[in-house]
């Protein structure tokens, strides 16, 4: 693990403890992660290295934005995604994203379960994918993050899941 690797693991470390304890993750940690990020790969490997770490968050945010858009997540978890790109690079953030999507299902369906919401749940994504096919992609005002009354998942644990993952498996 070479030390951009190591900043990253760390920085969705602090996200999760500040996700799980308060279901935000505050703009300093994000946003300064990722100015940190651009920085030290300037500083370490020039303008080229910046420029990856640049396309790294663009990617990072660029993946999780339509989540947001539609009202299934926070800003925070967009930002988050995008901080670790920019550390880890645009190929990497990918497989991280890929991964914490997988994540963040599995360790839904198990909240749903013990919350004795799994079948709600899935009437709810029924009614979801009816909606979208019927009215397009927008945000279903019943089901959004501000409305929802179901369990919530604080994300940065699929997102670390997701890191962690990818680090394993490069």
Known sequence: MNMYQAIALGVACLAVGWDVATRRIPNALTFGAAVAALLTHRYLGGWGAMGLSVAGWLVGVAFFLPFFVLGGMGAGDVKLLGALGAWVGPAAVVWVALFACIAGGVIALIVAMFAGYLTRAFSNLWFLLMYWRIEGPRPVP?????????????????????????????
Not at 144 to 157: F, M, N
Request: proline fraction near 7%; avoid cysteine.
């Open 142 to 170: 019943e089901l959004t993050l501000t409305t929802h009354k179901g369990p919530r998942l604080a994300y940065a644990v699929p997102v670390l899941a997701g890191l962690v993952l990818t680090l394993w498996l490069r």
